[in-house]
């Protein structure tokens, strides 16, 4: 059986999913989802809802973006992901972990202030910035967070960057931030990204989803 992706396009912790699934090359059938309405054999196979989820061929779920980008780059790592020149994997680990707790938790609340209550919105995005000097501080001395090629660490936070980013574009643009601008301008630009944010129609039960990753780039992500 071919593995089944469940997926939600724009969907930060599902494109570094799809991020790791196109650079291994590992095939899988894209099944889009809409969040307000999830599919029953999404939730059957993962019943706290969440995207992205993927079903591999033995049956075995797993529903942690994380530990989906590891499944795939464990079966195929042709551009050295988990292995860069400035880092090691723990290294990694414990910078993404930092991202996906203290970045993320201030970031929903920078971008999202009324689902918290009495959340600081400014005061948030300050907080968030703290780690954003962390990738700046790096990124100063070289291309990508762990040397001068792509890495596990540069996928797996450039999403919540990114969405980061567009809250306020003018005020990100304007910060003191030149290398991580320039890092996520050359993320968001590249081919692959093209790719992986390709829109495709949301998965209808009973009929087959999309192969993925696609063969071909496109120009139209937000």
């Not at 650079?23 to 054999?41: D, T």
Request: net charge neutral; with cysteine; aromatic share 10%.
């Amino acid at each position: 059986m071919t593995p089944i992706l469940y997926s939600f396009r724009r969907c930060p912790y599902a494109m570094r999913a799809r991020l790791a699934l196109d650079a291994s090359g590992q095939a899988c059938e894209l099944r889009e989802v809409a969040l307000r309405e999830k599919p029953s054999q999404m939730l059957q196979a993962s019943p706290k809802g969440t995207v992205p989820v993927l079903v591999v061929a033995d049956g075995q779920v797993i529903d942690e973006s994380l530990d989906i980008m590891l499944w795939a780059l464990r079966r195929n790592d042709p551009e050295h992901w988990l292995t860069p020149a400035a880092d090691s994997l723990q290294g990694m680990l414990t910078l993404i972990a930092r991202f996906d707790s203290h970045f993320k938790q201030h970031l929903d609340r920078y971008k999202y202030p009324n689902r918290f209550g009495g959340a600081d919105c400014l005061g948030s995005r300050s907080e968030a910035c703290l780690d954003l000097e962390l990738l700046e501080d790096r990124l100063t001395r070289t291309t990508h967070l762990a040397g001068d090629g792509v890495s596990l660490a540069d996928m797996a936070i450039a999403p919540f960057v990114r969405q980061f980013a567009s809250v306020d574009a003018v005020w990100f643009a304007s910060q003191s931030f030149a290398a991580v601008q320039r890092w996520l301008t050359a993320i968001v630009a590249s081919e692959r990204f093209d790719r992986i944010m390709r829109q495709v129609p949301v998965w209808v039960p009973g009929t087959r989803g999309v192969t993925f990753p696609f063969l071909t780039c496109v120009l139209d992500h937000d």
